[in-house]
C-alpha cells in the first residue's frame, strides 16, 4: 500500500464524542534507529509486544469548537504533551480530513512507572491512534477492521515511529525486509504465529530499572546524529541482513542463537550512539554490572537469561517461561535487584 490509499474520505458527519483504547508498549529484537523524512525507517525492526505495560487513554471529542488539545496524565495536566499532539494533529489532517473541526480532552495513564524508560510514547501514540480510527469510523461510516489496524499503525508511526508496532500483539515488524511478506516502512505488520517456534510464544520480559528519570539525549537526537554517523550505512545493511537468521530462528527455536542475536543488536545500538558526533553514552555503571554478571550466569548454570537494551540505561532482562524460570528469577532477585536506583523492576510477559 501506498501513502495515498491512507488518505481520508471527503465525506464525513462529525458531533461531540468520548471514545477509549488501550495499547500495549514494545520492545525491539533488532533495533530501529536512524531515520529519512517523514518516519520512513533507515532499516527494519522487529519487536515483541508485551502483555501487561500499556497506556489507557480517553478521547474527548467536542465537535464544531475552534481547534485545541488538553491533555492530562495520570489527572495531572500536560501543556507540553498537548503542544505535541496539536502539532502531530495538524501533520496527519490529511488522513483524517475531520481531525480539526473540534477540541480534544485526552486522559491517558501508564500501567507502568513514568520514570521507566518503558517506550511510553510507543502506548501512547499507539492508543491515540487507536481513538482517532475509532472516532473515524463512527464520523465516516467506514469499519473495515483490517484496514483500520493498518490504518491505526500508519498514523502511529508518524507519531512515534516505533509506535507503529504495539498495534499489534507477539512480534511485529516495521520497515520493508525481503524475509518478511507484506513488510512495509509505512506501517507495521504480523510476524506470522505460525512461523514462531513455541518456546519464543511464552517469554518473559523485566525490566531492571537501573536510572529512572530523564535521559540525557532523547531517541529523536538519537535518530538524527545517525546522519551523520560514518558506521551508520553498515549498520543499516546489518540490521537488514539479521532478518536472514532471525528468521531461522524463529522457526527452529534455537535459543542459543536467539541469544546471540538479540545481545548483538543491543550492543549495536549503543555501540553507534559512542560513534556519533558529538559521542553520547545512555548506559550507566550498573548497566555494564547487570551484563557482566548476566554473561557469568550464563557461563556458570548455562541457563537461557540474556538482556536487551532500549535508548536508556535500563536493562530488559529475556527468559522462557520453561523449566529454568525459576533459577534465573531467583538469581534476578537475589544478584541483579541491586543494581537498581530504588529496587525497581517492572515484570512483563509476551503470551501469545
Ligand atoms: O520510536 P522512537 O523514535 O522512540 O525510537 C525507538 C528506538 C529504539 O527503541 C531504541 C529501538 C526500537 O526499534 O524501538
Known amino acids: 500500500m501506498t501513502t ?6 471527503k465525506e464525513f458527519t462529525i458531533h461531540t464524542q468520548t471514545v477509549s483504547e488501550s495499547c500495549p508498549s514494545n520492545i525491539a529484537l533488532i533495533k530501529y ?6 518516519q520512513i525507517p533507515a532499516n527494519p525492526s522487529i519487536s515483541y509486544t508485551l502483555n ?16 485545541s488539545v488538553q491533555t492530562f496524565l495520570s489527572g495531572n495536566e500536560e501543556v507540553k504533551f498537548a503542544e505535541k499532539i496539536e502539532k502531530y494533529f495538524k501533520n496527519i ?7 480539526l473541526k473540534g477540541k480534544y480532552i485526552i486522559r491517558t495513564e501508564n500501567t507502568f512507572p513514568h520514570s521507566s524508560g518503558i517506550a511510553s510514547s510507543a502506548s501512547g501514540f499507539g492508543a491515540i491512534a487507536k481513538c482517532l480510527m475509532k472516532l473515524d469510523e463512527i464520523f465516516t461510516g467506514e469499519i473495515t477492521e483490517e484496514h483500520s489496524l493498518k490504518k491505526a499503525s500508519f498514523l502511529a508511526r508518524l507519531g512515534s515511529g516505533s509506535a ?3 498495534l499489534y500483539n507477539g512480534l511485529v515488524v516495521w520497515g520493508t525486509s525481503d524475509e518478511v511478506a507484506g513488510s512495509s516502512d509505512l506501517y507495521a505488520v504480523k510476524y506470522p504465529d505460525s512461523e514462531i517456534h ?10 531492571l530499572l537501573i536510572h529512572e528519570g530523564q535521559k540525557s539525549v532523547s531517541s529523536t537526537v538519537g535518530h538524527g546524529l545517525m546522519k551523520t554517523n560514518p558506521y551508520a550505512e553498515r549498520r543499516f545493511q546489518e540490521a537488514r541482513e539479521n532478518f536472514v537468521p532471525m528468521k531461522e530462528i524463529l522457526k527452529s527455536g534455537d535459543l542459543h542463537q536467539f541469544i546471540k542475536l538479540v545481545e548483538h543488536e543491543a550492543l549495536t545500538l549503543h555501540a553507534m550512539m559512542m560513534m556519533s558526533d558529538p559521542a553520547f553514552i545512555l548506559m550507566k555503571t550498573g548497566t555494564l554490572e547487570v551484563i557482566n554478571k548476566i554473561w557469568d550466569f550464563r557461563k556458570e548454570t548455562g541457563l537461557p537469561l540474556f538482556f536487551t537494551l532500549d535508548a536508556g540505561a535500563n536493562v530488559h532482562l529475556l527468559f522462557p517461561s520453561d523449566n529454568s524460570k525459576e533459577k534465573i528469577t531467583t538469581f534476578i532477585e537475589r544478584e541483579l ?6 529496587n525497581g523492576v517492572v515484570k512483563d510477559i509476551m503470551k501469545f
Open 4 to 9: 495515498q490509499e491512507f488518505l481520508g474520505k
Open 337 to 342: 535487584l541491586l543494581h537498581t536506583q530504588k
Open 93 to 99: 489532517e490529511p488522513y483524517l480530513p475531520w481531525i
Open 198 to 207: 513455541e518456546i519464543f510464544r511464552d517469554f518473559n520480559d523485566w525490566v
Open 33 to 38: 534507529w536512524g531515520k529519512y523524512e517523514n
Open 164 to 166: 507503529c508496532r504495539s
Open 52 to 67: 501487561h505495560c500499556k497506556t489507557n487513554t480517553s478521547m474527548e471529542f467536542i465537535a464544531d469548537e475552534t481547534f
